[in-house]
């Protein structure tokens, strides 16, 4: 993230919050700390190894972290099912003037999340996704990418690096295809 300060690149909105981040349950409360420790507390050591199906271990209440300013139970600052992401009006916000989505590995099926490639194509802009396979909201994109993600936006970048110095199109594939093949780079013109 240093880098993406340095060239003044705003930090993402991790609109699902940072596992790393460990958050007071108390409402009244604004204690927020990092905390890279695996696990978290002593108590929970071994809980990440449990099988599906396994026996669950006992965690006494009294072992769980606690708030250092109020005493309450801590928690990852993550938003769990049920809960609204954080930021999300500024997200919404963005979606409404943004030229270019990028949506990478998920089903879109949770609201408010997957409303927005919808909204930024709704003034005009694109929306490119990344996934192992067509899902919800596929309709809405210009671009498809079909794979795993960590490969296929590895390759896309790097295409896009290639030949964004030499072509005139910014490395962007020239016929607008609205869903490229699986597996391809691009719609496979030779003018492409």
């Given at each position: 993230m240093?880098d ?5 690149v705003p930090?993402p ?5 940072r ?21 978290i507390?002593?108590?929970?050591k071994?809980t ?5 199906g ?18 309450q139970?801590?928690r990852?600052g993550?938003v769990?099912f049920?809960?609204?992401?954080h930021r999300?009006h500024?997200?919404m916000?963005?979606?409404?003037e943004a030229?270019l989505c990028i949506?990478?590995?998920?089903s879109?099926?949770?609201q408010p999340a997957s409303k927005?490639?919808g909204?930024v194509k709704?003034?005009?802009g694109?929306?490119?996704m990344f996934n192992v396979?067509?899902?919800n909201?596929a ?9 795993p ?6 390759e ?8 964004a110095?030499?072509s005139g ?6 016929c607008?295809?609205e869903?490229?093949?699986p ?9 492409c």
């Amino acid at each position: 993230m240093k880098d993406l300060q340095e060239t003044n690149v705003p930090y993402p909105i991790e609109m699902h919050g940072r596992l790393f981040d460990v958050v007071c349950t108390a409402h009244d409360c604004d204690f927020r700390e990092t905390n890279y420790d695996s696990p978290i507390c002593p108590a929970l050591k071994g809980t990440e190894l449990i099988e599906a199906g396994g026996p669950e271990p006992v965690v006494r209440r009294s072992d769980l972290p606690r708030c250092p300013k109020c005493s309450q139970l801590c928690r990852p600052g993550v938003v769990w099912f049920g809960e609204r992401p954080h930021r999300i009006h500024e997200i919404m916000q963005l979606a409404d003037e943004a030229d270019l989505c990028i949506i990478v590995g998920t089903s879109a099926v949770v609201q408010p999340a997957s409303k927005i490639g919808g909204r930024v194509k709704a003034h005009g802009g694109k929306v490119a996704m990344f996934n192992v396979e067509l899902g919800n909201h596929a309709d809405e994109a210009d671009f498809v990418f079909l794979g795993p993600c960590e490969e296929r936006l590895v390759e896309v970048f790097s295409i896009y690096e290639e030949k964004a110095p030499s072509s005139g199109n910014g490395g962007r594939c020239g016929c607008q295809t609205e869903v490229e093949r699986p597996g391809a780079l691009n719609c496979g013109r030779q003018s492409c």
